[in-house]
């Protein structure tokens, strides 16, 4: 029989997994994008086929970040009603996705879109490497994070956002369609196998609380 005190210990165990798997992300993703500027400074800018398809917009790398700021917001608000157990898992899951793709996009570095170095949307951050796309990684993620069939209205937005999300970032030369995919795939993969799979059984007693 758990005692108060010994909830209260596994939730500061899981805060202090997920919140170090989050630094340790963060750590990674800064150094991958040192080194590939460094090592790569004149990275190739390979063609797209939706870039020569689709309009060029530029102002929809605001709609970009919009969208994803929006589905975060929905996120953090669904949590807060009723899932603040499942915050650890989220922040562990979330911190592995960038983990791996911090690993990933060193693999095959390219130039931007819009020119190594540039600027996109609001978040005035600069990142090298181009594949997989963390916007499409995240918005999926966050998507897949609320239960369908305890929210489904609430699902059915976040989906809408996802969809906001990539789109948006090919009209605006976000990211390579590609890289797109690429994201999709990578938070797939990371959600299902932790739901469905073993590969991350080791996590799961540290991140639930």
């Not at 993703?29 to 060029?56: E, K, M, N, Q």
């Not at 917001?73 to 898992?89: D, N, T």
């Not at 897949?144 to 937005?157: C, G, I, K, Q, T």
Request: net charge neutral; glycine share 6%.
């Amino acid at each position: 029989m758990h005692t108060p005190r010994d909830e209260r210990s596994n939730w500061t165990r899981s805060l202090v997994v997920s919140g170090g798997l989050l630094i340790a992300a963060f750590l990674a993703s800064r150094a991958s994008s040192a080194f590939i500027a460094t090592r790569f400074p004149d990275r190739p800018l390979p063609p797209d086929l939706l870039f020569d398809t689709l309009p060029y917009v530029q102002w929809m790398q605001y709609v970009t970040d919009i969208a994803l700021l929006t589905e975060l917001a929905l996120l953090i608000w669904y949590v807060a009603r009723g899932h603040v157990r499942e915050l650890p898992k989220m922040i562990a899951l979330f911190s592995i996705m960038e983990l791996l793709r911090a690993f990933i996009i060193n693999l095959t570095p390219l130039a931007g879109p819009l020119g190594n170095g540039a600027f996109h949307g609001i978040v005035r951050v600069t990142q090298n490497g181009e594949f997989p796309s963390g916007h499409a990684a995240s918005a999926l993620l966050f998507c897949l994070f609320v239960d369908a069939s305890e929210a489904p209205r609430l699902r059915a937005v976040m989906n809408v956002l996802v969809v906001v999300v990539c789109g948006a970032m090919l009209l605006s030369h976000g990211h390579y369609s590609i890289d797109i995919v690429g994201g999709l795939l990578l938070s797939y993969f990371v959600y299902h196998e932790y739901a469905d799979g073993r590969l991350f059984d080791w996590l799961k007693p540290l991140v639930t609380p």
